[in-house]
């Protein structure tokens, strides 16, 4: 890792790299329906949040109604809202769509210099053996900045995510410290998860946050660890039955709508 990256993972690299190998296949992603699907406005799905942490206590996604942006970690899961609310969220909720597992880093670096999005994500890039697997990532530290959106409560008839995200309300966090929750999904996943990076950030107050689209981290820690198992539970209620999962400007879509 070059010294500008602020990254200080220089000397553990040729060591993650090893352990990568060992470690990868220990862990389990459960994924409850689609990407693809969320898209095209399947909002309402039968998992609670008990069920799903059952799974993992650990990851991101959405609440019934996409009312929100979804966070888990420590065995706190969050909601956090378009009205820019945020609360904890009730074991009965369910969920349209969620990505857990139960976080086990095999890596954990100290962050001491200041490193923008791309260069936290080469970072993990450049320590992982290969773009072919599963990652969980997790960063506690001080953000300088952080750019967050939070969908949209919707009510029946759903409109498709693209145009239900098109008056979503961005936040922007300046010197705050947080949590940020993240996957890193290989590219083959596009529709099925978000290929490539999907984080989700909730201030250290727990009183904002949502699905990331930008920031830097002034200092803090990068933990992290490779995953080879998925466990997908699909739908099987008449919006999923109907949806078109598998629309020509798939991979278009979910670089508008998440990236
Ligand atoms: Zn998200």
Redesign the pocket.
Known sequence: MNENHGCSCAQQLAQGFAKQALDCGQGEIYQTSLMSALLDGVYEGDITIAELLKHGNFG?GTFNHLDG?LIAFDREVHQLRADGSARAASLQQRTPFAVVTFFQPSVTLKIEKPICKADLHRCIDQQVASPNLFCALRVDGLFSHVETRTVPRQERPYKPMLEAIEAQPTFAFQQRSGTLVGFRSPDYMQGISVAGY?E?FITDDRIGGG?VLDYQLDHGRLQFGVIARLNLQLPHDADFLCADLCPEDLDCAIRSA?G
């Open positions: 991101l942006e999907h989700h699905h998440e």
